[in-house]
Each structure stands twice: as C-alpha cells, then as structure tokens.
C-alpha cells in the first residue's frame, strides 16, 4: 500500500475513535506495517497480511482501549506478540509507559527493532511468561493498568493479569464477541484474585461488522501470594 493510502485510511479510521493522528504517527505506523510484514516472511508473526486488514484489525482494534487508559499510566501488556495492543497506543501517547510481555524470544527480536526504528523510548520488553512476571517483585502489583489481547478464555487471562496491577488499577481484556459464558465461569476466580468486573463495553470496529468487548476489571484488593500459580497451570487447569 502506498504511503498517501495508507495515511488516508488510517486518520479516517482513527477518526471515528475521536483519535487525530499528527504526520509523524501515521508515518511510524506505516513504518510498523512495513516492518511487520517483512519480518513475518521470516517467522510467523500474524495471519493478518492485507495493508487494509493490519489498518483495521491490528492497529485500530489496538487503539479502542485508548480512551480507557488514565494519562501518565505505567501499562504492562502481557501475551503482546508482535506488538498490540502495546506499540500502537505507544505511537499515539507518549506519556504512556508500556511493559510488553511475551515468552517467544523471535518476538522480541522484531519488537526491538520496532522500538528502535521508532524511537519509542516509553517502551520496556520484558521476556517471560506471564506467570514468571506476576511473581516477579519487580513487577507485581506495580501497574496501573494490565492489558492483554486475545490471549486466553477470561479465567486464566485474570490470573496472568490482576496480580500484575497495584491496588486501585485495573485490567482491560479485549475479547471478541459471544463472552457471556466465559464471564460467568470467570467470576469467582476473579474475586479470589482481587478484581471486580466494574465495565463490559460490547461494539464494533469502525467501517465493519466486526464485533468485540473491552472488559474492566477493577482491582480492589491484594493478590494472595500463590497466584499466579507455575507456569502452565493457569491454561491447563483455570480457576472455577
């Protein structure tokens, strides 16, 4: 996609998010495009290859969380693969701190280099599992705000995040559509790791049928220490 298409697409996307991209953040996600597509010839980083498609479903779905986000936050986003919803929220906020997590070291090779190419110097990358970070004393309950993006059923997600937020934080799970079910299974575990769910935003991403839900989940007491449990265990056997 050439440059000038790329820009017209992306404002006029964001736009409908009330997001106004200057010059110099369209052109760092171009740049992200580009960059994401060349390295995925070299390992798997999306299934997701179509310019208009990575407008849409990478980096507009990335930046719906934005306005759920408190200005200054330090933010860990945990499972971030090749980089969402972490390095477009990065692009359009400065002053936002990013953590990204993921245990796949080719990853984090390729968000280095897009970290370095963009001179996105609010960004930290970590290489863990979430399980290892969450018991990590450097980084437990040390958030604002914990995020994640189509990682695992809501259960097990709760548990890599909520111990990862300080007390008065709060986690932002972007999930699909059709979650009902996975709420009502979520719930104990939930409060058992110290969260509320305090908001379910259900819509669709701008110029689609695409549905999708943002969940809240407020934290409002202290993570008991065992959690999260080794790793594995929170995929292999989720809280009832």
């Known amino acids: 996609m050439e440059e000038k298409e790329f820009f017209y697409q992306i404002q006029e996307?964001?736009?409908?998010?009330?997001?106004?991209?200057?010059?110099?953040?369209?052109?760092?996600?171009y740049k992200y495009m580009n960059m994401l597509l060349e390295w995925n010839s070299k390992i798997n980083l999306t299934a997701i290859t179509d310019p208009e498609e990575i407008i849409l479903k990478h980096f507009i779905d990335s930046l719906t969380i934005y306005k759920n986000l408190t200005r200054g936050a330090k933010i860990v986003d945990v499972g971030t693969g090749a980089g969402f919803p972490g390095i477009?929220?990065?692009i359009i906020d400065e002053n936002l701190k990013f953590t990204l997590v993921d245990s796949l070291n080719k990853r984090l090779i390729f968000l280095s280099e897009v970290k370095?190419?963009?001179k996105l110097d609010n960004l930290e990358i970590i290489h863990a599992r979430a399980e290892e970070i969450g018991q990590n004393k450097n980084y437990r309950e040390k958030f604002d705000i914990a995020t994640s993006r189509a990682v695992a059923n809501l259960s097990t997600l709760s548990e890599y995040l909520i111990p990862l937020v300080k007390m008065g934080g709060k986690c932002i799970c972007m999930k699909a559509t059709n979650i009902e079910e996975e709420i009502n299974l979520a719930k104990n575990a939930i409060e058992i790791l110290g969260g509320k769910i305090t908001n379910i935003e259900k819509f669709k991403l701008p110029q689609s049928d695409i549905d999708?839900?943002?969940?809240?989940i407020s934290k409002i007491k202290s993570t008991p220490n065992k959690y999260p449990r080794k790793a594995g265990t929170p995929s292999k056997d989720p809280m009832k």
């Open 13 to 29: 996307k964001s736009g409908l998010l009330n997001l106004n991209l200057s010059v110099e953040q369209k052109l760092k996600f």
């Open 88 to 90: 477009p929220l990065a």
């Open 116 to 118: 370095r190419e963009l």
């Open 212 to 216: 999708r839900t943002i969940i809240t």
